[in-house]
């Protein structure tokens, strides 16, 4: 697919990566559009980039479904969707210290699920809706991440972004009948807001387990999405882009 004239609709796409996605595929000639929890930054990126964009919470199923019947009435069916939005609440499941036992937050478990897995399930459903209503041979793109094979103190998010690849082959199966291709990135640690929030001492050592002996950068990610796009024959695989490390 050629990305240019494209519309693509990216989750989480105000801040961080998907701000770098939006930006990337309009220097390339298409159509993005952001949704975010945060109008501010939404503004921003219209403000700086002439990008558009809407408050939409993909963890709720009817915002979800206005959104993209009213996206759809307005600009087109979307050509491609990048299933972005995630959060972190990390913690390990018991922590024993002196003397007291704190266990894992259920409403930690619970938030990260609602955004990361049934917010990537809403919005995948969605796009793959209006694509076939429409006829649109489209491209969906889902964010994984180095820590679906199972990372300390991140059993919400290890398991939102495992189900998140598998969820990516079943949909590639079932959608490639209506010439629908979908992927996956799996990123290892980049250097965002997010990551860069991480206490200066364990980024260190995370950094030294790097083999590329370095963060990503945002622009690496986005060659990634760039990437599945545009290559026809790939789908229902996860594209690893982690410098060689393996947790």
């Known amino acids: 697919m050629d990305i240019a004239g494209k519309n693509i609709v990216i989750t989480g796409g105000a801040r961080g990566l998907g701000r770098q996605y939006a930006v990337d595929m309009k220097q390339l000639g298409a159509k993005p559009y952001a949704i975010d ?13 002439g990008i558009p964009g809407k408050v939409v919470d993909v963890s709720r199923e009817q915002a979800v479904e206005e959104f993209f019947e ?57 796009a793959a809706y209006q694509m076939v209503k429409h006829d649109v041979r489209g491209v969906i793109i889902n964010i994984s991440s180095i ?16 189900a998140v690849d598998a969820m990516t082959v079943t949909w590639a ?10 992927g996956a990135i799996a990123p290892g640690y980049i ?24 963060l990503g950068w945002m622009e690496e990610i986005s060659q990634a999405a760039q990437f599945i796009i545009s290559n ?16």
């Open 173 to 182: 199966k079932e959608l490639s009948r209506y010439g629908i291709r979908v």
């Open 37 to 49: 929890l945060s109008q501010e930054n939404l503004d921003a990126l219209q403000e700086k980039y």
């Open 70 to 126: 009213s996206y759809t009435a307005e600009h087109g069916a979307p050509h491609v969707l990048i299933n972005n939005a995630g959060i972190t609440a990390d913690a390990l499941l018991i922590k024993s210290k002196a003397g007291k036992i704190k266990k894992f937050d259920f409403s930690d478990w619970e938030k990260v699920v609602k955004v990361n897995l049934t917010g990537v399930f809403l919005c995948g459903r969605e």
């Open 147 to 162: 820590s679906r094979a199972g990372n300390l103190g991140q059993t919400n998010y290890s398991a939102t972004k495992s």
């Open 232 to 247: 026809d024959f790939f789908s229902g695989r996860v594209l690893e882009v982690d410098g060689g490390m393996r947790i």
């Open 191 to 214: 250097s965002t807001e997010m990551v860069e929030k991480i206490r200066p001492d364990l980024l260190e050592k995370i950094v030294r387990k790097i083999p590329m002996g370095r």
